[in-house]
């Protein structure tokens, strides 16, 4: 599975973006998505996931409220809705793939490349 990240971009504090991230192959609605995060200094994070259905998800708690996660497994896509953005937010944000479909943060990979996000203050 080859996974592409885009739709980061610069944006003022309480602003929003959506990221979205597609991939190859045939096999698409068969596994789980999921969105982490990687700043400057910092270990990568787990931002949101969403099964293979689409009928669960699952965010950190710095992003509930604010982030949305969303599937098209018809165009093997899935998108990351991103509100109330704060200068925190500002990392590379890279999506993977879970083929367990648990959601668990340890069972992502596929790591395909990330987009930047920069939110200013």
């Known amino acids: 599975v080859q996974l592409q990240a885009s739709g980061g971009g610069l944006v003022q504090a309480g602003g929003s973006l959506r990221l979205s991230c597609g991939a190859s192959?045939?096999?698409?609605?068969?596994?789980?998505l999921g969105w982490f995060r990687q700043a400057p200094g910092k270990e990568r994070e787990f931002v949101a996931a969403?099964?293979?259905?689409?009928?669960?998800?699952r965010y950190a708690d710095s992003v509930k409220g604010r982030f949305t996660i969303t599937r098209d497994n018809a165009k093997n896509t899935v998108f990351l809705q991103m509100n109330s953005l704060k200068p925190e937010d500002t990392a590379v944000y890279y999506c993977a793939n879970d083929w367990s479909n648990t959601l668990v943060a340890g069972r992502f990979g596929s790591w395909g490349q990330g987009t930047q996000v920069t939110v200013s203050s």
């Open positions: 192959g045939r096999t698409f609605s068969s596994y789980a």
């Open positions: 969403i099964s293979a259905s689409g009928g669960t998800t």
